[in-house]
DNA sequence: ATGGTGGCACCGCCA
């Protein structure tokens, strides 16, 4: 079974690279966030014939996530609360008995902000919300744009860059409180060395060419599926394409 | 280089 994540920064102008990715790699699950489209006008046209269904949720400009899957989607669940006005950044489903957790972690803004605030309470409420369903011996996944680098391998200058929302001490925290349920990160589990990025800036120049990356996307997995990893790899996927992306697909695949 | 650009929907916000 492989599962991949991609944080597509707008899933509608992103849809080539996805359908492309999607055939040339026939991933079992491949988890999408920021698709930047709300529920009505969701390209569900493009993705007819592609062999894959999909669930979603999104809202107008911001956040939005979506699950696409080979295998039937179910016991699907829409974000942490029953708020209804909550931001869209987590989907969750059941495929083939594995738990797909599908999120889009809040960036954080600055230290100092009320959305940096909102990233902890968030990633806190996610841990609840992980222990209250499901058991760490079953195979579950949590996947997405964590919006963490985990440790200076995940940076390309760890002493710059240290104390940034998306590489600090409370977020490592954060993510290692719900990783202490029983998650493991898949990649790292599969290569010790730094410099795998899954982000580089666009704002930043040549940030692509000069590796100046970041490692914020991932696969936690629990021990029943980690146990039987085959491989993790991280894809760029078409770069060539008229509208690149600066995120790329990460994928793992396990013997189940 | 403490800047920069891309995306969406609007006259700015988010990354």
């Known amino acids: 079974m492989i599962i991949a994540t991609f944080n597509a920064n707008s899933l509608r102008s992103r849809l080539e690279i996805v359908l492309k990715w999607l055939a040339e790699n026939q991933p079992d699950v491949l988890c999408i966030q920021e698709t930047k489209v709300q529920d009505v006008d969701f390209p569900a046209k493009a993705f007819e014939g592609s062999g894959y269904e999909f669930v979603f949720k999104g809202q107008k400009k911001y956040n939005g996530v979506a699950i696409f899957s080979k295998h039937k989607i179910q016991q699907v669940e829409i974000g942490l609360t029953e708020d209804t006005d909550e931001e869209a950044r987590l989907i969750k489903a059941v495929i083939n008995d594995v738990v797909i957790i599908n999120t889009y972690v809040p960036q954080g803004r600055e230290p100092e902000s009320d959305k940096f605030q909102y990233k902890l309470d968030w990633l806190k409420k996610l841990g609840e919300f992980i222990a209250q369903r499901f058991d760490s011996d079953q195979p579950v996944i949590w996947t997405g744009d964590l919006n963490c680098a985990m440790d200076e391998r995940d940076v390309h200058d760890p002493d710059r860059l240290w104390g940034h929302v998306c590489y600090c001490q409370p977020v490592q925290d954060a993510i290692m409180q719900v990783m202490d349920w029983g998650f493991e990160d898949v990649f790292r589990s599969q290569c010790d060395s730094g410099g795998k990025y899954t982000f580089w800036d666009y704002r930043a120049k040549n940030a692509l060419t000069a590796n100046r990356g970041w490692r914020l996307d991932y696969i ?37």
């Open 220 to 256: 936690m997995a629990t021990y029943p599926l980690l146990n039987n990893t085959v491989r993790s790899w991280i894809d760029t996927g078409p770069r060539s394409m008229t509208k690149p992306s600066d995120h790329t697909f990460l994928a793992a695949e396990f013997d189940i």
